[in-house]
């Protein structure tokens, strides 16, 4: 099975810095990858799909790219409502799976 | 508009089974799948599986084979997922989350805690 490994695990910026998160699976699945935000103690929320198309609603301040095997998030200036965990997922095929994760807090 | 709500908060004890509803509203149920995640307490997301609703095709996490199935009823528009032989770890809150394909899945339920304990 691919395995996807997200890092940091955790990170800690200022507002209005900008924050890049990495995402590689361990075998190349194009474009099938997905950027998920969980803030505490709510569902997850799709953010990017087909690694660089943003869902319907999310911020332009969000950003998403690669292929092949190494993908990365960005936001451009973090803002104080950016606190959340992040994941990728991989989705072209079975198992569906999660990075481990990325803890984004506020300095 | 898509909604997916799932059914309440369980607790079992160790060796019991459990099964969590998902009741989805607003699109026609059988032509999207069903994709199960659940979440340990302080811990990431697991993907556990997905169901097609269309044919009934199912896929499982390795992990969970033997021990998870997962099906759907397209009159009720209702996803269930059943797990057997519960054991501590498998405390969690469990969400469903509508799948189509070639997408990631999207609109997710509410989520519903399963704690299993003695």
């Known amino acids: 099975d691919i395995q996807m490994t997200q890092s940091p695990s955790s990170l800690s910026a200022s507002v209005g810095d900008r924050v890049t998160i990495t995402c590689r699976a361990s075998?190349?699945?194009?474009?099938?990858l997905a950027w998920y935000q969980q803030k505490p103690g709510k569902v997850p929320d799709l953010l990017i799909y087909a690694a660089s198309t943003l869902q319907s609603g999310v911020p332009s301040r969000f950003s998403g790219s690669g292929s092949g095997t190494d993908f990365t998030l960005t936001i451009s200036s973090l803002q104080p409502e950016d606190v959340a965990t992040y994941y990728c997922?991989?989705?072209?095929?079975?198992?569906?799976?999660f990075g481990g994760g990325t803890k984004v807090e506020i300095k | 508009q898509v909604q997916l709500v799932q059914s309440g908060a369980e607790v079992k004890k160790p060796g019991a089974s459990v099964k969590v509803s998902c009741k989805a509203s607003g699109y026609t149920f059988n032509t999207y799948g069903i994709s199960w995640v659940r979440q340990a307490p302080g811990q990431g997301l697991e993907w556990m599986g997905w169901i097609s609703a269309y044919n009934g095709d199912t896929h499982y996490a390795e992990k969970l084979q033997g021990r998870v199935t997962m099906t759907t009823d397209t009159p009720t528009s209702t996803a269930y997922m059943e797990l057997r032989s519960l054991r501590s770890d498998d405390t969690a809150v469990y969400y469903c989350?509508?799948?189509?394909?070639?997408?990631?899945?999207?609109?997710w339920g509410q989520g519903t805690l399963v704690t299993v304990s003695s």
């Open positions: 989350a509508r799948k189509a394909t070639g997408q990631p899945p999207h609109y």
């Open positions: 997922q991989k989705y072209n095929s079975a198992p569906l799976t």
């Open positions: 075998q190349g699945i194009s474009n099938y």
